[in-house]
């Protein structure tokens, strides 16, 4: 049975409209905005409808709508606006953030059902034509890549390469651009630009295949002229590119053309052809660099062995192989691990098609459906945990990486005086006003860095109360420091308490293992830290 999702905060309205729908579909409940985020949150695949208020305390209509438009779960979830505010701003407003649908109070039963059906339906249309849509560009990227493959491994063929460099330098530049992108805003890199780059990456070295096979394989030194030949590679495979005779407004011609290009340019300006400097080098040749070189160290060729994998970082690190945007540097050493499972061939990614096919055989079969319950007891155990949370008085938090949100528990959020549910915390201004941007911002990297063998780690908090506060100055001062006896100044008139904020990172099960989020809690310095110094951490893991 369909779900639909009612969000108001009269009992009577969610009454009114669940005795209306309720013999045809699955009804839950949310009083709030808040409460409603959250459900939507564990679950929203399960629901096909939000019907909102859109005037309620707490998170109203239009918040909500704000949060499911910065997750992207109104791409796939429709959203009815019930209110009895029938001014066209509001409405007009409501249309612009993407509700699909307006319902006025007071209801009319066949008005909500037939709506309610309409709305339904057409999503689920769209969500077919959609999939053939899909469908059909899938089949012509599919293609591309295959060509673009193809054409890679003839260059690798020539040069008596192994033929997993492509796929490793593929490999990698997607590793580092996404850890890049967990890093920093500093670039403006999303999906498509991940895809465009990873794709093209294949196609770094295709000048190569201008190149002579006795100089492309010789299996010792090169002489400078020799040498002054194989660099040209950069430069013959871009102007190749750029000889086109059709495409060459094409992003992905264009990408081909600058990774190719200045594949081989460093960050100091030692490199070639050009001599770019720092970000004058297009991050996608940037990020292709770096992949080529861990590839070319850490594997045999014709005129070395293969570096190990800590040699290689080592090198790299060092400015042994030229230098490197330092931000990418940092990528490197975070995401080393993930890189170094790809390079033992520890892990077996499987291509987008082998994905694909396995997501639409578990669609066709019963697995999605048939854990009930296993659902019904993690609902419990989440239960379990707000309730002693609740009791305690204990100061919580979650956040996930593919939502961006942070939720914290209800005592947490009193304390800290926020929000319990905050999308995008380090942009988030009631926490930038208390720690400020550079400390949510390291924060964040400390959490995305832990590994997963030792994903626990400490940190004093000390939150000092000015018991006299005056305009200038805040009542609250929050601190995060790693020394265990920081040295924290404050006035006569402040109270001083410490407190250890204890959090673990999460990982996906598969390997290797990705980082998803982190959970935490803050817990006094003197009470129950005293207990849960005894603990071995790495019995929790």
């Given at each position: 049975?369909?779900?639909?999702?009612?969000?108001?905060?009269?009992?009577m309205n969610r009454e009114i409209l669940s005795d209306m729908l309720g013999s045809?579909?699955?009804?839950?409940?949310?009083?709030?905005?808040?409460?409603?985020?959250?459900?939507?949150?564990?679950?929203?695949?399960?629901?096909?409808?939000?019907?909102?208020?859109?005037?309620?305390?707490?998170?109203?209509?239009?918040?909500?709508?704000?949060?499911?438009?910065?997750?992207?779960?109104?791409?796939?979830?429709?959203?009815?606006?019930?209110?009895?505010?029938?001014?066209?701003?509001?409405?007009?407003?409501?249309?612009?953030?993407?509700?699909?649908?307006?319902?006025?109070?007071?209801?009319?039963?066949?008005?909500?059902?037939?709506?309610?059906?309409?709305?339904?339906?057409?999503?689920?249309?769209?969500?077919?034509?959609?999939?053939?849509?899909?469908?059909?560009?899938?089949?012509?990227?599919?293609?591309?890549?295959?060509?673009?493959?193809?054409?890679?491994?003839?260059?690798?063929?020539?040069?008596?390469?192994?033929?997993?460099?492509?796929?490793?330098?593929?490999?990698?530049?997607?590793?580092?651009?996404?850890?890049?992108?967990?890093?920093?805003?500093?670039?403006?890199?999303?999906?498509?630009?991940?895809?465009?780059?990873?794709?093209?990456?294949?196609?770094?070295?295709?000048?190569?295949?201008?190149?002579?096979?006795?100089?492309?394989?010789?299996?010792?030194?090169?002489?400078?002229?020799?040498?002054?030949?194989?660099?040209?590679?950069?430069?013959?495979?871009?102007?190749?590119?750029?000889?086109?005779?059709?495409?060459?407004?094409?992003?992905?011609?264009?990408?081909?053309y600058a990774i190719a290009r200045w594949h081989h340019e460093r960050w100091d300006?030692?490199?070639?052809?050009?001599?770019?400097?720092?970000?004058?080098?297009?991050?996608?040749?940037?990020?292709?660099?770096?992949?080529?070189?861990?590839?070319?160290?850490?594997?045999?060729?014709?005129?070395?062995?293969?570096?190990?994998?800590?040699?290689?970082?080592?090198?790299?690190?060092?400015?042994?192989?030229?230098?490197?945007?330092?931000?990418?540097?940092?990528?490197?050493?975070?995401?080393?691990?993930?890189?170094?499972?790809?390079?033992?061939?520890?892990?077996?990614?499987?291509?987008?098609?082998?994905?694909?096919?396995?997501?639409?055989?578990?669609?066709?079969?019963?697995?999605?459906?048939?854990?009930?319950?296993?659902?019904?007891?993690?609902?419990?155990?989440?239960?379990?945990?707000?309730?002693?949370?609740?009791?305690?008085?204990?100061?919580?938090?979650?956040?996930?990486?593919?939502?961006?949100?942070?939720?914290?528990?209800?005592?947490?959020?009193?304390?800290?005086?926020?929000?319990?549910?905050?999308?995008?915390?380090?942009?988030?201004?009631?926490?930038?006003?208390?720690?400020?941007?550079?400390?949510?911002?390291?924060?964040?990297?400390?959490?995305?860095?832990?590994?997963?063998?030792?994903?626990?780690?400490?940190?004093?908090?000390?939150?000092?109360?000015?018991?006299?506060?005056?305009?200038?100055?805040?009542?609250?001062?929050?601190?995060?420091?790693?020394?265990?006896?920081?040295?924290?100044?404050?006035?006569?008139?402040?109270?001083?308490?410490?407190?250890?904020?204890?959090?673990?990172?999460?990982?996906?099960?598969?390997?290797?293992?990705?980082?998803?989020?982190?959970?935490?809690?803050?817990?006094?310095?003197?009470?129950?830290?005293?207990?849960?110094?005894?603990?071995?951490?790495?019995?929790?893991?």
């Amino acid at each position: 049975m369909e779900r639909i999702l009612i969000v108001d905060d009269s009992d009577m309205n969610r009454e009114i409209l669940s005795d209306m729908l309720g013999s045809e579909y699955n009804i839950v409940e949310a009083a709030n905005g808040k409460e409603a985020v959250a459900i939507l949150n564990e679950n929203i695949t399960s629901f096909s409808l939000v019907l909102l208020d859109m005037v309620m305390p707490e998170m109203n209509g239009m918040e909500v709508l704000e949060v499911m438009e910065k997750n992207g779960w109104l791409n796939d979830l429709p959203v009815i606006m019930v209110s009895a505010e029938n001014s066209s701003d509001v409405v007009h407003s409501a249309y612009e953030l993407g509700v699909t649908e307006y319902i006025c109070r007071p209801f009319d039963q066949l008005i909500v059902q037939k709506r309610c059906r309409n709305v339904i339906n057409l999503y689920s249309k769209q969500k077919k034509l959609a999939g053939l849509v899909a469908d059909q560009f899938y089949e012509r990227e599919k293609d591309s890549r295959l060509m673009i493959d193809i054409l890679a491994h003839i260059v690798e063929f020539r040069n008596n390469e192994s033929g997993l460099h492509v796929i490793h330098v593929q490999n990698y530049t997607e590793i580092l651009l996404k850890q890049l992108v967990e890093l920093t805003d500093k670039y403006d890199i999303d999906s498509d630009n991940i895809s465009l780059i990873t794709k093209t990456a294949a196609l770094h070295d295709v000048g190569k295949i201008c190149i002579p096979d006795e100089i492309l394989n010789k299996p010792g030194r090169l002489t400078d002229e020799e040498f002054k030949i194989m660099k040209s590679h950069s430069a013959v495979g871009s102007q190749m590119l750029a000889d086109l005779p059709f495409h060459k407004e094409e992003p992905l011609v264009k990408m081909a053309y600058a990774i190719a290009r200045w594949h081989h340019e460093r960050w100091d300006g030692r490199g070639y052809p050009d001599g770019l400097t720092g970000d004058d080098i297009p991050i996608g040749a940037q990020v292709v660099s770096l992949a080529d070189v861990y590839d070319a160290l850490t594997s045999e060729r014709c005129y070395k062995k293969a570096f190990s994998h800590a040699t290689a970082l080592e090198m790299i690190t060092k400015g042994e192989c030229g230098q490197f945007n330092p931000l990418l540097i940092e990528c490197l050493n975070i995401a080393s691990e993930s890189m170094r499972l790809v390079k033992e061939g520890s892990t077996n990614p499987q291509t987008d098609y082998d994905v694909r096919e396995f997501a639409s055989d578990l669609l066709k079969s019963d697995a999605l459906y048939s854990s009930n319950r296993l659902l019904h007891l993690l609902e419990y155990e989440k239960m379990k945990n707000r309730f002693f949370e609740g009791i305690t008085g204990g100061c919580s938090f979650e956040y996930t990486t593919k939502s961006k949100m942070l939720t914290v528990s209800a005592n947490a959020a009193k304390v800290l005086g926020v929000s319990e549910t905050i999308i995008d915390p380090v942009h988030n201004e009631e926490l930038i006003a208390i720690f400020g941007k550079e400390k949510l911002r390291e924060l964040k990297a400390k959490f995305r860095s832990l590994p997963p063998e030792n994903p626990i780690v400490q940190y004093n908090f000390h939150i000092i109360e000015d018991t006299k506060p005056n305009e200038q100055a805040s009542s609250n001062i929050f601190r995060i420091t790693d020394a265990s006896d920081d040295d924290i100044s404050c006035s006569s008139n402040a109270n001083h308490n410490v407190y250890k904020l204890i959090c673990r990172a999460a990982f996906t099960v598969s390997e290797p293992q990705r980082y998803t989020g982190v959970i935490g809690k803050l817990v006094p310095a003197e009470s129950e830290y005293g207990i849960m110094k005894e603990v071995d951490f790495n019995e929790l893991t």
